[in-house]
């Protein structure tokens, strides 16, 4: 069954340091991606996505995302966080065959930003 | 305007009890959605409807039910309640269904539910 993995569960950092979060897919087809976040107590929001054309993404509040097909994957980064990026972020993944619309999405990696 | 609306927002009731969560959305959307984020914040599609008709039914038990009114309304319906019900529902919508269109999915602020 297709899956989408985040590595990182939890992850710590202060102000100011760099953000890299993991996302891998298992789907060998085309793809859409995602990175969706989810503030406390507060729903979903569309960070950026990928459909097609420049793997490189940018998407809103300074984060980034890239397509690397070779390795499955669509990293999220941020060159430099704030705290107030504190929040739950998803990776999620439409793939081509068969598909009726669905997301699939990864277990979600908690993110907490130390002023 | 909130583009995908849900109700109530919180919701706490006895096992056993029969409730229901709303949703509408302002997207001129084809396709709705609910989605379930458990405890662990894990999210999973539960149903997805295109135009008032059901597309996708994930394994759901039986005492879910979905409503689709029309195609800018998605409700939810629970019957007898159990204690692992307990998570937040998400409504969610997108222009439509088909194939692989590229279409991003907005969601709802989630309606978080608590049966005791």
């Known amino acids: 069954a297709q899956s989408v993995s985040q590595h990182n569960h939890h992850v710590i950092l202060s102000e100011a340091a760099s953000l890299e979060l993991g996302c891998n897919y298992s789907?060998?087809?085309?793809?859409?991606l995602f990175w969706y976040v989810q503030y406390p107590g507060q729903h979903l929001q569309l960070l950026l996505k990928y459909f097609s054309g420049d793997p490189l993404v940018k998407g809103i509040k300074g984060f980034e995302a890239e397509f690397i097909k070779s390795k499955f994957s669509f990293n999220l980064r941020k060159p430099s966080v704030q705290w107030s990026d504190t929040a739950e972020y998803f990776c999620?993944?439409?793939?081509?065959?068969?598909?009726?619309?669905?997301?699939?999405f990864g277990q979600g990696t908690t993110l907490q930003v130390k002023p | 305007d909130t583009a995908v609306s849900q109700t109530p927002k919180y919701l706490v009731t006895q096992m056993g009890n029969d409730k229901s969560i709303k949703c509408e959305q302002n997207?001129?959307?084809?396709?709705m959605y609910w989605y379930k984020q458990d405890s662990k914040k894990f999210l999973k599609i539960m149903f997805s409807y295109n135009n008032k008709e059901l597309i996708i039914n994930e394994t759901v038990p039986n005492r879910f039910s979905p409503k689709s009114p029309d195609k800018a309304h998605l409700n939810l319906h629970i019957n007898s309640l159990e204690l692992g019900d307990s998570a937040v529902y998400f409504c969610?919508?997108?222009?439509?269904?088909?194939?692989?269109?590229?279409?991003?999915?907005?969601f709802g602020e989630g309606s978080w539910l608590t049966v005791v």
């Open positions: 999620a993944v439409k793939h081509g065959s068969g598909n009726t619309g669905k997301l699939i």
């Open positions: 997207l001129g959307h084809d396709t």
């Open positions: 789907y060998g087809g085309t793809v859409n």
């Open positions: 969610a919508s997108s222009q439509s269904w088909e194939g692989f269109s590229g279409n991003t999915i907005y």
